[in-house]
Nanobody
Framework: VQPVESGGGSVRAGGSLTLSCVAS????LGWFRQTPGKEREAIAA?????GTTVNEDVARGRFTVSRDNAVYLRMNSLKPEDTAMYYC??????????????????WGQGTQVTVYS
């Protein structure tokens, strides 16, 4: 089942946003982002057991992933270079590499995040 993201928008540099993803039946749920002309890059992921993994090359201590009724990506201290389309995706098989986009099967439509200075 396709996950559904929400919560994107425009925010001033230094501000915060929280993205939400509603999904079911997954083993891993990951957050990714992409800008035109660039590869999709991983941000963070959470497994069904609650363990998380974060790409600190992107997050740099500013982004966290959590879950209750949905999976959330909390983004603090946003910078203009964080402007991108943000996607959540789910993976159901074993052996998933949590930060590897190609290991994810179901993708949401994306939610745009724009950070202005």
């Amino acid at each position: 089942v396709q996950p559904v993201e929400s919560g994107g928008g425009s925010v001033r540099a230094g501000g915060s946003l929280t993205l939400s993803c509603v999904a079911s039946g997954y083993l891993w749920l990951g957050w990714f982002r992409q800008t035109p002309g660039k590869e999709r890059e991983a941000i963070a992921a959470i497994c069904i057991g609650g363990g998380t993994t974060v790409n600190e090359d992107v997050a740099r201590g500013r982004f966290t992933v959590s879950r209750d009724n949905a999976v959330y990506l909390r983004m603090n201290s946003l910078k203009p270079e964080d402007t991108a389309m943000y996607y959540c995706a789910t993976a159901t098989g074993r052996g998933v590499r949590a930060l590897q986009p190609h290991d994810y099967t179901y993708w949401g439509q994306g939610t745009q995040v724009t950070v202005y200075s």
